[in-house]
Structures are given as C-alpha cells and as structure tokens.
C-alpha cells in the first residue's frame, strides 16, 4: 500500500533551518546534499511507514507520533516527527535527536486529506 504524503509547513522551516546550518558551516554543496537526503529518506514514509517506532515522546500525545531517524551517514541526527492517519503519513516536524523534544502544544493540527 502507498500513503499519501503531506510535509507540514512547519517541517518544512525546521529543515529548511538545517540546510542553513549546513550551508553557514560546511559548503552549499553539503548544504543541498543534505536537502536531498532528507527529502528522500523522507519520501520513503509513502511506503511502510508503520516500520517506524513510536517517538520517545509518544505518551504526551492523544494520538500515535512515530519518528523517522534521517540524515547523512551511519548516524542519523534528526528526527523526522510523523502520524498516520487513514491512508496519509503527516509530517510534522523535523528534530535535531540529541536535543529537541516535542510537547502537545509544539505540534501543529493535522491537515485534512480531503480533496473535495
């Protein structure tokens, strides 16, 4: 089964931060390497997303928030923070692994699928 794919506004900034940081303290090409990356082993949610375990956060949440671990190499810094919801994967944040932690109130609400 394929999922539907909806990457949040505010994942979106969070990565877009990162690729900065790697941009000021690497190289651009490092920077856009990056982006790839992510983008890519963020797209693999569209397949198999529940191979993923629930993010160490997941008790504070009334509904199930999974992580993805990404990044370059064989160790991967950030936390891709996702639900599933029906048929959809929402991502809804990207973290850094080793220092950010999510609260209720730092997830935005979930967007609807609804094409009509």
């Given at each position: ?5 909806i990457i949040y506004g505010e994942a979106h900034n969070d990565i877009d ?68 919801v029906d048929d959809t994967v929402h991502v809804l944040s990207l973290l ?21």
């Amino acid at each position: 089964m394929n999922y539907h794919l909806i990457i949040y506004g505010e994942a979106h900034n969070d990565i877009d931060r990162n690729a900065d940081w790697w941009f000021d303290n690497h190289s651009p090409t490092q920077a856009e390497d990056w982006l790839i990356v992510i983008y890519s082993q963020i797209a693999s949610l569209s397949t198999l997303p529940n191979r993923c375990p629930a993010a160490i956060e997941n008790s504070k949440f009334d509904f199930e928030i999974k992580q993805l671990s990404v990044g370059k190499g064989s160790r991967k810094r950030y936390r891709a923070i996702f639900t599933i919801v029906d048929d959809t994967v929402h991502v809804l944040s990207l973290l850094d692994g080793a220092q950010d932690k999510l609260g209720p109130d730092d997830l935005p609400p979930l967007q609807s699928n609804d094409k009509s």
